[in-house]
Nanobody
Framework: QVQLVESGGGLAQAGGSLRLSCAAS????????MAWFRQAPGKEREFVGF???????FYADSVKGRFTISRDNTKNTMHLQMSGLKPEDTAVYYC????????????????WGQGTQVTVSS
C-alpha cells in the first residue's frame, strides 16, 4: 500500500509560479518512479511529467521549459515547480506511483494522490 498526498496548489496569475509537493509513504520511494498528471474540467487526465528513480525526466510538450520535476529521497517527496503559468494550466494536479508500461498512460500507475487544485487567472 502506498499513500500519496499532494499539496501546494492554489491561485496564481498568468506568468506566475507555484510549487507542488507530493509526499509518499508505504513503498521504498528511492526506487519508485513517479509522475505528475493533471485533469481540467471536462477533459481526460493528461500526462505532465515523469521522473524515474534513476533521475531521468521527461515532460509533456505543453509544459516543457516551464515545469520542472525534482525529488528528495531523504524526505520521500517529489516536487513540481511550475513557472510561466498559463490559464490553460488550470487543472487538478495528481502525483502517481509508476508500476509498469507506457509512462504516458494513466493505466501504468498503481497509486494516486487525491489531487490539488491549480487555478491560473488571466
Amino acid at each position: 500500500q502506498v499513500q500519496l498526498v499532494e499539496s501546494g496548489g492554489g491561485l496564481a496569475q498568468a506568468g506566475g509560479s507555484l510549487r507542488l509537493s507530493c509526499a509518499a509513504s508505504g513503498r521504498t520511494f528511492s526506487t519508485t518512479s513517479m509522475a505528475w498528471f493533471r485533469q481540467a474540467p471536462g477533459k481526460e487526465r493528461e500526462f505532465v511529467g515523469f521522473m524515474s528513480w534513476g533521475d531521468d525526466k521527461f515532460y509533456a510538450d505543453s509544459v516543457k521549459g516551464r515545469f520542472t520535476i525534482s525529488r528528495d529521497n531523504t524526505k520521500n517527496t517529489m516536487h513540481l515547480q511550475m513557472s510561466g503559468l498559463k490559464p490553460e494550466d488550470t487543472a487538478v494536479y495528481y502525483c502517481a506511483a509508476y508500476a509498469s508500461g507506457n509512462v504516458y498512460s494513466t493505466n501504468s500507475y498503481d497509486y494516486w494522490g487525491q489531487g490539488t487544485q491549480v487555478t491560473v487567472s488571466s
